[in-house]
């Protein structure tokens, strides 16, 4: 069946509702929870905005899933993958053959990296393929270089890397996150985080909760044995973790401590990489090297799926010559694949050409001024933070003890139903609202959003 036909008999809505949960589970949903309210069906995006099957237009205030970063129905991406799956809809990167569109992105990519001193790049196509390549090729690194007992990982409390098994066990979300597909794998270690509205001890400056982390970081590092850590995996900013931007110490004595121990540090990117945050890369905010970075979503604009892991030069390297640790046993049918790349060369080009991190920047810090309004104007808005066009709106019941809403609570999903049916679509997480949209948005756009909002804590009952 088509979805024409449902729009053509005014029944597209009714049914596409009834039906959106009956044969699909899913993803990150327990699958109840749409029995009260049904999923919006978007049906169309444009610029910033997407309209559903309703005809209810909506600001995009979420970017897809933090990827749309050029804005919907942008021509350029569309006409090149059109023209790529005209030409050639798919080839292999599997050995004894290549694509044009691929071998181009990898150039580009590596240019725009350069900083990085990136120089290989590694195909996926979502951001967990790109994580779980990274761990792959982190530990392929030492036993290349002859030091197979370097296999351990460090990864932070609050950390969202994925949800492949390596990603899984990565990742430091919380035990509903994991407790189903437990046992996670071995060799996966987690340490504390920086909390900028809920310090590890109350009443630190950022600076000293920094300064803590670190030595926690360490000891832990002793503990295990440094020659026992293969790489520490790590958000510029943690994105799912709830966005507390710490200070710029912090990932430079990542850093120091990655290298007095002999330890890669793999940056994930998935969510800051090309511009998100008002530099290029979130690292490049921090003026930090990482030796792994992994990329997904704006590589693409979420156009199609594309993914990419890259390798700083000194990683790299160690393929250079041949052992019996150098085959690369991972990869997929789609590695490469000609049309995500075709989409990956286009968006980029508009990262580039519009400046888009920039843009960002700037109208990520007038966003931020101006939402951060609310907290005065509202008894329920605790805390807003984020840099660039990544930021996080919390909502708890008490300022003093800043105790947050619970599950069973839905004055966050009513702010959120409210927002929607006049025109802005957030990403409602708990009692926290996710705010990523597309790169190019506008401070009109802004001002748009944040009346809303206002609007929405001012009518809405508790
Ligand atoms: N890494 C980070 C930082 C992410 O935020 C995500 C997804 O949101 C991933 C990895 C996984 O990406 P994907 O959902 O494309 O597999």
Redesign the pocket.
């Known amino acids: 069946m088509q979805g024409g036909e449902f729009k053509s008999s005014g029944m597209a809505s009714s049914w596409l509702k009834e039906h959106s949960t009956r044969r699909t589970l899913r993803p990150m949903s327990a699958q109840d929870e749409m029995a009260g309210d049904m999923p919006t069906i978007v049906e169309k995006g444009d610029g910033v905005y997407i309209t559903d099957v309703d005809g209810q237009a909506m600001i995009d205030c979420v970017g897809g899933?933090?990827?749309v970063n050029a804005g919907y129905g942008r021509e350029e991406i569309i006409g090149a993958i059109n023209k790529q799956l005209r030409e050639l809809a798919y080839c292999s990167t599997f050995p004894g053959s290549a694509n044009a569109a691929s071998i181009e992105l990898s150039e580009k990519i590596c240019e725009i990296a350069k900083e990085e001193s990136i120089t290989k790049v590694f195909y996926g196509?979502?951001?967990?393929?790109?994580?779980e390549n990274a761990l792959k090729l982190a530990r392929q690194y030492w036993k290349i270089l002859g030091r197979a007992e370097k296999y351990k990982f460090i990864s932070l409390r609050g950390?969202?890397?994925?949800?492949?098994f390596g990603?899984m066990a990565a990742s430091g979300m919380g035990s509903a996150f994991r407790r189903s597909y437990e046992p996670m794998l071995n060799g996966f270690i987690s340490v504390e985080t920086f909390d900028s509205y809920r310090p590890l001890i109350k009443g630190l400056t950022p600076e000293e909760q920094v300064d803590l982390l670190i030595t926690l970081m360490e000891r832990e590092i002793e503990h295990q044995s440094p020659e026992t850590i293969a790489a520490l995996i790590a958000?510029p900013i943690?994105?799912?973790g709830g966005m507390h931007v710490p200070p710029a110490s912090y990932w430079r004595k990542l850093r120091e401590l990655c290298d007095r121990y002999d330890i890669l540090l793999i940056a994930?990117?998935?969510?800051?990489g090309f511009g998100r945050t008002g530099h290029m890369f979130g690292v490049r905010g921090w003026q930090v090297k990482p030796d792994i970075m992994?990329c997904?979503?704006g590589i693409s604009s979420g156009y199609t799926?594309l993914?990419a892991t890259l390798l700083s030069e000194r990683v790299a390297e160690a393929w250079s010559s041949q052992t019996e640790h150098s085959l690369v046993a991972a990869g997929y049918t789609h590695s490469g694949n000609p049309v995500s790349c075709a989409a990956g060369l286009a968006a980029l080009d508009i990262v580039q050409k519009e400046n888009l991190p920039k843009n960002a920047g700037e109208v990520g810090a007038y966003f931020l001024t101006e939402i951060s309004k609310l907290i005065d104007k509202h008894e329920t808005v605790g805390d807003i933070r984020g840099r660039g066009l990544m930021m996080c709106l919390e909502m708890v019941k008490d300022k003093d003890t800043k105790e947050p809403f619970g599950d069973e609570d839905t004055y966050p999903s009513d702010i959120s139903r409210f927002c929607r049916e006049n025109g802005v679509w957030l990403r409602q997480v708990g009692h926290k609202f996710i705010i990523s949209p597309p790169l190019t948005f506008t401070t009109k756009h802004v001002d748009e959003v944040v009346a809303v909002l206002d609007s929405a804590y001012s009518s809405v009952k508790r």
């Open positions: 899933l933090w990827c196509s979502n951001g967990s393929d790109a994580v950390g969202y890397h994925g949800t492949h990603c958000e943690q994105g799912g994930d990117e998935v969510v800051t992994c997904g979503k799926p993914s």
